[in-house]
């Protein structure tokens, strides 16, 4: 209208703008045909894009003398328009399952029973699962555990006290440690 762009560049815009829509749509068409599916496809973006295409055609057709323009708007509109008619040729004709009940609750989950336990790690293992324990404690430990009665945790804290203090001094790395007692 203003002059200020080459019919040239408008005609390429206008042709691109074509080409756009032919190269996105066209595909989907075709893979929609083939399944006889929408599939994945969003029936609420082609339903938003179809109303914005569709009030640029009105616009287009009313204000514009463009032919081009309104080619390739028309043009657009028609692919849409078959993505919108295959939503309604493929759609999914199966029953909806039955709808859950909102405030029907099954209960509490069961606790498992807990009977007075030799230990806090029977009691611990009878409540959780004791696997962690033992990924995380040494071989030794796990057994002294296993087979010590109810004082066998007073015995593991107190092989804790042979260890060395931390001290704030430079590390040695060659430290002289006395051998930890096995406990049996």
């Avoid at 032919?22 to 075709?30: D, F, L, S």
């Avoid at 929609?32 to 894009?49: D, E, I, P, R």
């Avoid at 029977?122 to 040494?138: F, Q």
Wanted: a positive charge; one cysteine or more; charged letters at 15%.
């Amino acid at each position: 209208a203003l002059g200020a762009i080459a019919p040239a560049v408008t005609m390429a815009c206008y042709a691109a703008n074509a080409f756009l829509g032919v190269i996105t749509v066209i595909p989907q068409v075709i893979i929609n045909y083939q399944n006889k599916s929408t599939g994945q496809l969003s029936l609420l973006v082609t339903a938003m894009t179809f109303g914005g295409v569709s009030t640029r055609l009105f616009t287009t057709f009313v204000e514009v003398d463009d032919i081009a323009l309104k080619l390739s708007t028309a043009l657009n509109w028609s692919l849409i328009s078959i993505l919108m008619t295959q939503f309604l040729i493929y759609r999914d004709t199966r029953p909806l399952p039955p709808k859950p009940k909102l405030f029907a609750s099954p209960g509490p989950a069961p606790r498992p029973e807990l009977k007075k336990a030799k230990s806090m790690v029977t009691a611990i293992s009878a409540y959780g699962s004791s696997r962690c324990l033992t990924d995380m404690v040494e071989t030794e430990t796990v057994e002294v555990i296993k087979s010590a009665s109810s004082n066998s945790l007073t015995r593991i804290a107190g092989s804790f006290t042979s260890l060395p203090a931390v001290s704030n001094s430079a590390p040695d790395f060659m430290p002289s440690m006395a051998p930890v007692p096995e406990l049996h």
